[in-house]
């Protein structure tokens, strides 16, 4: 008899226990991501949102009575119970979440800066820690020690290679730096850059300054070859290069023409003030743009003006290139 009293003492325990924690299993489970910065209240308000549980409270005074409400990480979660606070408690407690990854598009042209808001946006990256190591001597300096065509550099701009990345969620800024400085050298070698360089007209980091500058002047890929070869006559003259776009680096602007008092700016960027390069890249270029200066076209022109089309007319003279800019202003004015 005393048997069939506990017999029935458990079934009712038991029946009592589902009653408050109904216990039903999926093969399929549920994916729960929880993100940088995000609580376990975020956490319970997803698994509520999801059926995984009831009560986001009872779930919520299991993690605190175990002691666990405070090391929940961030990650993606996978849950096969349903409507069962005990056992969604016990799923979150017993496994390592799988990391987040989040895809990030850096296209030609970007600045660091630029780079540095599009993380923010997209993960949450401290914009001034990431700007502070982009010049960051002793960063740059062991990053040098893997790259040695970086020995000197002060700067990570023109380095930071355009491409789609995955970055784990949460990776820190020197970790994005040093993917996308490995990225430039990784597709460096891949193109055979070294041999380019051999013959080429400037040097590897000179290369990688007038890069950038052609980068936001060409718009058609087959022009940038000969854009790069007016850069190169003008420094062979000894002539400032007159690059608009050094200008729109120091004011943070993009519009295309440029004030009279811009050109008055004293910054070593500046290439109306000042002869040869700026001291940096101005931008992050395509291995492409790379390549035509390591390679420009042979040509006699020292000036270029924007048709208005994408495309650009260019002049062996100052005669001849004013020309060229009353033609298109008379142009515009027919159309």
């Keep these: 008899m005393r048997l069939l009293y506990l017999i029935a003492y458990g079934a009712l325990s038991v029946a009592l226990i589902n009653s408050i924690f109904p ?22 308000r997803k698994l509520r949102d999801s059926s995984v549980i009831r009560f986001e409270k009872v779930y919520l005074g299991l993690l605190r009575i175990a002691g666990r409400d405070r090391d929940i990480l961030p990650g993606k979660y996978s849950f096969h119970t349903r409507g069962n606070e005990l056992f969604a408690f016990w799923e979150t407690i017993t496994q390592t979440p799988e990391p987040i990854y989040v895809e990030i598009t850096v296209i030609p042209g970007l600045r660091a800066r630029d780079i540095a808001r599009l993380l923010y946006e997209r993960m949450g990256i401290d914009t001034l820690g990431f700007m502070e190591l982009v010049s960051d001597t002793d960063f ?3 990053l040098a020690m893997e790259f040695p ?71 058609s890929p087959d022009e940038k070859p000969i854009i790069a070869s007016v850069f190169i006559n003008r420094l062979r003259r000894r002539m400032p290069l007159q690059a608009n776009p050094t200008i729109w680096y120091i004011t943070g602007r993009s519009a295309y023409w440029l004030k009279k008092s ?53 002049a062996r003279t ?17 159309d």
């Design 23 to 44: 216990l039903y299993v999926s093969r399929h489970a549920v994916k729960i991501s929880l993100h940088k910065g995000e609580t376990p209240i975020h956490l319970a």
């Design 262 to 314: 811009d050109l008055k700016i004293d910054s070593p960027y500046n290439t109306y003030l000042h002869p040869g390069l700026p001291p940096t890249p101005i931008c992050n270029p395509a291995m492409s743009t790379i390549r035509a200066v390591l390679r420009p076209a042979e040509t006699p022109y020292l000036y270029f003006v924007a048709d208005g089309r994408g495309r650009h007319i260019f």
């Design 318 to 334: 100052y005669r001849e290139h004013l020309g060229n800019i009353w033609r298109l202003k008379n142009r515009r004015q027919r």
């Design 140 to 142: 740059i300096g062991n």
């Design 149 to 219: 065509l970086m020995a000197g550099v002060k700067s990570l701009e023109g380095f930071l290679y355009p491409d789609t990345y995955r970055f784990e969620e949460g990776s820190g800024e020197a970790a994005v730096l040093y993917a996308m400085v490995k990225n430039f050298f990784e597709q460096w070698q891949k193109a055979g850059m070294d041999t380019l360089l051999d013959g080429a007209p400037l040097g590897f980091y000179e290369s990688l300054i007038l890069a950038s500058i052609v980068e936001k002047e060409a718009v």
